[in-house]
């Protein structure tokens, strides 16, 4: 079984500050990982995936690296703007594509 | 362009009754999915369509019921609503070949 851990549960930071989330799993065989954002009351927007193979992906002030051998990804966020509160989710895909299990998300604040 | 959209946005039940909630994608994805997002317990996969004419169980598909007739359509069917399935549903979608899933904007259910 798959269990996938996302800590801190809540993170408030200063504007400006660079931050790092977790994310880990249990299960080192998946064929990808997702980070999505989530706005209260919304759906999830996805921000970034790493298939199994790479080691990391950017999109723009975000980074999200990959170290399946440890279980661990983060996602790195650099000059955090009050914008970017939300919670933040990883989920992994693994067991024949179909399997999919998501953490329980790590809710962030930046306050101005 | 749409994405991905959910009808209706919200719902109260009462134990017993049934009902049927439609997620329409408009991005020609061939696999669709159907989650449930309580709190403290992250999504969690019920059922999920790799094409049209095929549904296929997740990991809580216990109480509903799901079709795909038509691509672009994915229904999750309630037939005797219970308290515990009180929560918030999401659908998604993604191509194949391709692992970045698309959400609708959820559905909010209460079942008293």
């Known amino acids: 079984k798959q269990e996938v851990t996302q800590i801190p549960a809540a993170l408030s930071v200063p504007e400006g500050e660079n931050l790092v989330l977790n994310c880990s799993f249990t299960?080192?065989?998946?064929?990808?990982l997702q980070w999505f954002r989530q706005d209260p009351g919304k759906g999830l927007t996805s921000l970034l995936l790493?298939?199994?193979?790479?080691r990391e992906q950017t999109s723009g002030r975000l980074n999200a690296s990959l170290d399946k051998s440890s279980g661990r990804s983060t996602l790195y966020i650099a000059a955090s703007q009050p914008g970017d509160s939300a919670t933040y989710l990883c989920a992994v895909v693994w067991g024949g594509y179909q399997k999919v299990t998501f953490g329980t998300g790590t809710k962030l604040q930046v306050i101005p | 362009n749409a994405g991905v959209t959910q009808t209706p946005k919200f719902r109260v039940l009462k134990t017993g009754q049934s009902m049927t909630l439609l997620c329409a994608q408009d991005m020609n994805h061939e696999y669709m999915y159907w989650y449930r997002q309580d709190p403290g317990m992250g999504l969690r996969l019920i059922h999920y369509s790799v094409g049209e004419g095929t549904t296929a169980k997740g990991e809580v598909p216990d109480g509903y019921n799901v079709s795909r007739l038509k691509k672009q359509n994915f229904l999750l069917g309630l037939e005797s609503a219970a308290p515990s399935q009180t929560s918030v549903y999401f659908c998604?979608?993604?191509?194949?070949?391709?692992?970045?899933?698309?959400f609708g904007p959820g559905t909010r259910l209460t079942v008293t």
């Open positions: 299960d080192s065989a998946i064929y990808n």
């Open positions: 998604a979608s993604r191509l194949a070949g391709r692992y970045e899933q698309y």
């Open positions: 790493i298939q199994s193979s790479q």
